[in-house]
């Protein structure tokens, strides 16, 4: 079988014979891939024109929507994911990482979308900016989708996560996707992507794919386009070199080598929990996806103390490791991607045994479970020791990436923290103590050396995913050697594919580009209460102005007695004199928002569904007893939950006294009801 690309919509072949792609396992023909004779500016513009056209239709929550939708359709489907990833090395729970763990992201993407995001087409970023002494000109940053395309070059480890991490956020931006699978597992992605097609799910132009190299397609790029990549720093510093890369500036976020360390607190000593939590989650690091993880334990830094202990209890455990055809239920870990894979892991040992002993696996005979040592990619956990690790540099610099990882012992915290370091910028580290003071110690030293950090103990083991687990709610990426970029991170990674602009007008104008009302913007107020007009009918800048209500000394008292709230500014007369904020008793703050409810509600049954919530609640100036309270509440902004008969409708809030100074200013939250669903109750 050849690996078709989808080019336009359309299943292509490309040109001649192609490159052989093998069973990691047994060595069988798999299929042949080759993407000769595409034309790959046609792609770009097609992704261009066609895809992003379609996407930007779409609001965040639509493109959410179809994300869940997508997820929904690959689960059904994933048993025939699971049978062709086997042939990849990987075991059923390397498997899971990779299929469960995508699809997983897709989900968690589409939830955040809909549930941080408006349903709408463009994203503001943070508050308007005052601009001028008297609020006729402010400024407000947005981010709208970039107009070009995003290049995912992935890497061979995890063919399913690879894709979808990448494809999640970048869809809710509303920006169509080339997609280029390394090529030895390249037959899983194409498999997913042609059951991706077959949902029907996504707008024509959304997703391409390139099976084989990406011949020409650099030389088309322009500054709309964006590349996210993943692989070796050598390739990607290459393609970073791109005259087109540098002369259209070409946004580029790189995931490249990274030699991660976890670091063994010096009160986890045998015997206690964590230096056994330490064992179990080093020896899981190095055996899933066969050490074959961006994210794996490269270096064990352990206090000297109790290194010796470390490496017995650790090659006991790695001689536990069952070995052999993945498909096996039984099988702890199962081959290398490939059996070039395994020569490079083979020569990459030999690199750090010159600076280090060792301790357990290397090439000593081994026996296999089903499965033949001269046909698959097959390679043992490989355990060594450095004791001078301070003038070491192979275990600072050389990964071996599989199932490898060097013991690294150090002699205090300082230590510790300075051989973290000399991996010159990882994705991720971890810290296993129950000393909070130390973890506390070890973050601030190795922090910027990281782009996540896992710390754990007796406390959270249970339910922490790992060290090597990246999660879509996170930021995936590091510094230095680990490339520089990030992925995923939530909303934060579906700003990677979109334009941050300044834009800068009258307060009336930018209400209107970013659906939200700002203040100075015109304003609406009629004799029908905004709380009696359903979520259709009500506009932005629709007003209501209360009347005044005084606040006595009798309210305060009462509230304070009431509520248990007695705090002495509200009830002790003397003492709040002697506060440098009051000058005498003063309302309480809750008091204020309270009386304000009671000013601006409709007690009768409407549209308005219900409060769920106050934001941003800030108490501008202290409200003394004799003064009198007015409410301005405006609609601010209007979420249709699509599907649900609400919409949810911020509510600008501010409070002002006798004078017109503002005392307390929020946002109110409420469920409002659509014209249907008020139609079929009211």
């Known amino acids: 079988m050849k690996l078709g690309n989808l080019v336009q919509d359309q299943w292509v072949d490309g040109d001649g014979d192609g490159t ?4 990691a396992v047994s060595g069988k023909p798999l299929a042949s891939i080759t993407s000769s004779g595409l034309d790959f500016a046609a792609m770009l513009d097609h992704a261009r024109r066609v895809g992003g056209s379609n996407l930007r239709r779409y609001t965040f929550h639509e493109r959410g929507e179809m994300l869940k939708a997508l997820a929904k359709f690959l689960m059904e489907h994933k048993a025939e994911f699971y049978q062709l990833s086997s042939e990849t090395g990987a075991t059923r729970n390397d498997s899971w990482i990779d299929i469960d763990g995508g699809i997983s992201t897709l989900f968690v993407f589409s939830s955040k979308g809909r549930r941080e995001m408006p349903n709408d087409r463009v994203y503001l970023d943070g508050q308007p900016e005052s601009l001028s002494k008297n609020g006729t000109f402010v400024g407000q940053h947005i981010f709208t989708p970039k107009l070009g395309a995003a290049i995912h070059i992935n890497a061979f480890n995890f063919p399913c996560w690879g894709m979808l991490e990448k494809l999640a956020p970048t869809l809710l931006a509303g920006v169509p996707a080339i997609v280029k699978p390394a090529s030895s597992t390249a037959y899983l992605t194409e498999l997913m992507v042609r059951r991706i097609l077959d949902s029907g799910l996504l707008p024509e132009g959304a997703l391409q794919l390139i099976c084989g190299s990406v011949g020409d397609l650099f030389d088309h790029l322009d500054c709309q386009d964006t590349i996210a990549f ?18 259209e500036s070409v946004a580029f976020t790189a995931e490249t080598d990274s030699l991660n360390a976890s670091i063994l607190g010096p009160d986890a000593v045998p015997g206690t929990p964590e230096f056994d939590l330490y064992v179990k989650e080093v020896t899981r690091e190095m055996i899933s996806k066969a050490g074959q993880k961006c994210t794996a334990i490269r270096r064990i830094i352990a206090p000297a103390a109790t290194a010796g202990d470390l490496v017995e209890a650790l090659a006991a455990a790695l001689g536990k490791i069952r070995i052999g055809n993945p498909a096996i239920k039984d099988v702890d870990m199962g081959a290398l991607a490939s059996q070039g894979q395994r020569d490079e892991v083979r020569a990459r040992v030999k690199d750090l045994a010159r600076e280090a002993d060792i301790v357990f696996g290397g090439d000593r005979e081994f026996e296999l479970v089903d499965a033949d040592v001269a046909k698959g990619a097959f390679f043992m956990p490989t355990l060594l020791h450095c ?17 490898v990882s060097t013991v690294i012992p150090y002699e205090n915290p300082e230590e510790a923290i300075e051989l973290s370091r000399r991996g010159e910028g990882s994705l991720v580290g971890s810290i296993v103590t129950n000393d909070d003071s130390i973890a506390r110690e070890l973050i601030l030293g190795t922090a910027a050396y990281h782009g996540r950090m896992l710390v754990i103990n007796r406390h959270c083991a249970s339910e922490s995913t790992g060290h090597g687990s990246p999660l879509p709610h996170l930021v995936h990426g590091g510094p230095g050697r680990a490339g520089g970029g990030e992925e995923m991170g939530g909303i934060r990674g579906v700003l990677h594919y979109m334009q941050r602009t300044a834009i800068q007008g009258s307060p009336q104008t930018l209400s209107v580009i970013g659906n939200r009302w700002i203040k100075g ?20 800048g629709d007003t209501l102005v209360t009347a005044a209500r005084e606040v006595t000394l009798d309210d305060i008292q009462h509230f304070a007695d009431f509520t248990g709230d007695n705090f002495y500014a509200h009830t002790d007369e003397e003492a709040a004199a002697k506060n440098p904020f009051f000058d005498g008793r003063v309302a309480h703050g809750y008091l204020i928002v309270s009386f304000a409810a009671g000013l601006f509600v409709d007690p009768d049954f409407g549209p308005v569904l219900a409060n769920y919530g106050v934001d941003d609640l800030r108490f501008a100036k ?36 006798q004078d017109d100074e503002v005392v307390a200013q929020y946002d109110v939250l409420t469920m409002v009801a659509t014209d249907e669903h ?3 109750v009211s």
Do not use: I, M
């Open 20 to 23: 052989l792609l093998t069973s």
């Open 230 to 247: 993943t692989g070796s720093k050598a390739t990607a510093e290459f393609l970073q070199q791109h005259p087109r890369v540098v002369g």
């Open 387 to 403: 004791e001078k690790p301070l003038s070491a540099s192979a275990v600072h610099s050389v990964e071996a990436f599989g199932p």
């Open 521 to 540: 913007a015109q304003q609406t107020e009629s004799d029908v209460h905004p709380f009696r007009k359903t979520f259709e009918q009500l506009a932005l």
């Open 622 to 657: 202290p409200v003394n007893y004799g003064d009198t309270l007015g409410v301005r509440l405006t609609c601010k902004q209007k979420t249709l939950r699509a599907g649900t008969g609400y919409g949810e409708v911020r509510w600008d809030t501010e409070v002002t006294n």
């Open 678 to 680: 008020w139609a079929s």
